[in-house]
């Protein structure tokens, strides 16, 4: 197979978002990343699906070389399926349907599109998705004006927070795994702005779970789910309730693994979960 991998950049008011694509196939796969990552982690699936997919994958605002511009911090999930949309008319000739993968945080971009375009979706591919579970911290953080602020002066003075982690710690009342991973992102000044700025971009990215199992159940959707047995971020147990609520056209497949499934030795299962039938 001749590999066809381009860069793109779309306008989106002041701001421009950058895209990849890979491959000729006459399916659109939707491929929507981690938080930290970028377009490029998906760069492997090229080889296995290249002949039957148009893999295309954005870069969320603040990732990769996505430029956001705007005044304020918040991204409207409905003017980004309406940027979707134009960048998929941009390769005439593919199927009308959407074939959606979704990593970690980008699993909470792809159940927020099923939800609003449950008729575009021909099938979901989830890997250690998040959206299925509230996270408190988020919630708070994001979804208040109060808890914003609150938000955004912790990410400027964080002392008290590594007080709490460090004590939570020590008491083993926070998981080791989580505590090396909130103190990588709290430790360092770059990396806690861009948790502010990335997490409130975000933060109307909210999948109604009821709504979206409906959807599933009527449409009869297939959903794969991929989930690492030792994963302490993003734990199987939230795939697993959801799986019930949808069955039967919900699978869930652990893998030996933690929470990063973005990698050619998966290439098998994943490539598994965009082909298998669903029952």
């Not at 989106?12 to 930290?36: K, M, P, Q």
């Not at 998929?88 to 993968?101: I, K, Q, S, T, V």
């Not at 297939?222 to 069955?247: C, H, K, M, N």
Request: charged share 20%; aromatic share 16%; with cysteine.
């Amino acid at each position: 197979m001749i590999k066809v991998h381009s860069q793109h950049f779309i306008a989106f008011r002041s701001s421009r978002f950058h895209y990849s694509s890979w491959g000729t196939g006459s399916r659109i796969l939707f491929a929507f990343h981690g938080y930290g990552e970028s377009a490029g982690s998906f760069s492997f699936l090229e080889e296995a699906l290249g002949s039957d997919f148009t893999i295309i994958a954005p870069d969320l605002p603040f990732h990769g070389a996505t430029q956001w511009a705007e005044d304020r911090l918040f991204l409207d999930p409905h003017d980004f399926l309406a940027l979707l949309e134009e960048i998929a008319a941009g390769f005439p000739g593919r199927e009308a349907g959407w074939w959606l993968m979704g990593y970690s945080m980008g699993g909470r971009v792809a159940l927020q599109l099923l939800e609003f375009a449950p008729q575009r979706v021909q099938r979901l591919v989830m890997l250690a998705p998040d959206g299925l579970k509230v996270n408190p911290w988020y919630w708070l953080g994001t979804q208040s004006r109060a808890g914003n602020q609150l938000f955004r002066w912790t990410m400027k003075k964080p002392g008290w927070l590594f007080f709490l982690l460090r004590t939570g710690n020590k008491l083993r009342l926070v998981n080791p795994s989580l505590y090396k991973f909130a103190a990588y992102y709290i430790n360092d000044d770059r990396l806690r702005q861009d948790l502010y700025t990335r997490w409130t971009t975000m933060r109307g990215f909210r999948p109604r779970l009821d709504v979206i199992a409906g959807f599933i159940r009527e449409r009869q959707i297939p959903v794969f789910l991929l989930y690492g047995s030792y994963d302490r971020i993003i734990p199987s147990g939230r795939g697993e309730r959801f799986r019930q609520r949808t069955a039967p056209y919900c699978r869930l497949t652990l893998l030996a693994a933690g929470h990063q499934l973005l990698q050619p030795k998966f290439i098998e299962v994943i490539t598994n979960a965009l082909y298998l039938p669903i029952i």
